[in-house]
């Protein structure tokens, strides 16, 4: 049987994407403002405690991007321990959700079965640009009938995609 690897995740991320340092630097900005400003605010008491929400809320925006880096951490050092699941078989029920000129693209998954599990695929399906995220309509390989193997491990984004493998027999002779 020839293989042949449509995807696999690599363990080469880091936590600070181009979203996360804006929220850094936008946060660092409100502290020093709130800093400078605190004791001049004339305004009601309310407007004190509303004042202190941005960095809060900023705040907790950091902290969950730090646990769900952590979080892709382990999936990524499970993934490369071979402690995640395997699904062989054949792609049953693909189902392609996005619909030219009915939906806007990118607002809907694919999804398909392999083996009695479900694998739902949106183009920000991944998390730290690991897992399988191509839909059929952006140029994906995968279609019914295919007869695949698919590494994934089930996450805070469920089914993640972590290996997907064409299986097709050798004709060879």
Not at 72 to 101: P, T
Request: charged share 20%; aromatic share 16%.
């Amino acid at each position: 049987m020839n293989t042949q690897i449509i995807y696999e995740a690599t363990n080469n991320i880091h936590p600070f994407t181009f979203p996360f340092i804006i929220i850094c630097i936008v946060l660092i900005l409100v502290i020093v403002y709130i800093v400078k400003n605190w004791k001049n605010y004339g305004g009601p008491f309310i407007g004190k405690i509303l004042f202190l929400l941005v960095p809060i809320g900023l705040s907790i925006a950091i902290i969950t991007q730090f646990a769900d880096y952590f979080k892709v951490k382990q999936v990524l050092a499970d993934f490369q321990n071979g402690k995640c699941n395997v699904a062989e078989g054949i792609i049953e029920n693909y189902e392609e959700d996005y619909k030219v000129g009915t939906r806007s693209e990118g607002d809907y998954p694919d999804r398909f079965f392999v083996g009695g599990n479900e694998f739902i695929i949106h183009e920000d399906y991944n998390a730290f640009d690991i897992g399988y995220c191509l839909r059929h309509a952006d140029g994906s390989k995968l279609q019914e009938g295919q007869y695949v193997r698919i590494t994934y491990s089930f996450t805070f984004y469920n089914n993640m995609i972590l290996k997907v493998e064409l299986l097709e027999e050798d004709n060879t002779g």
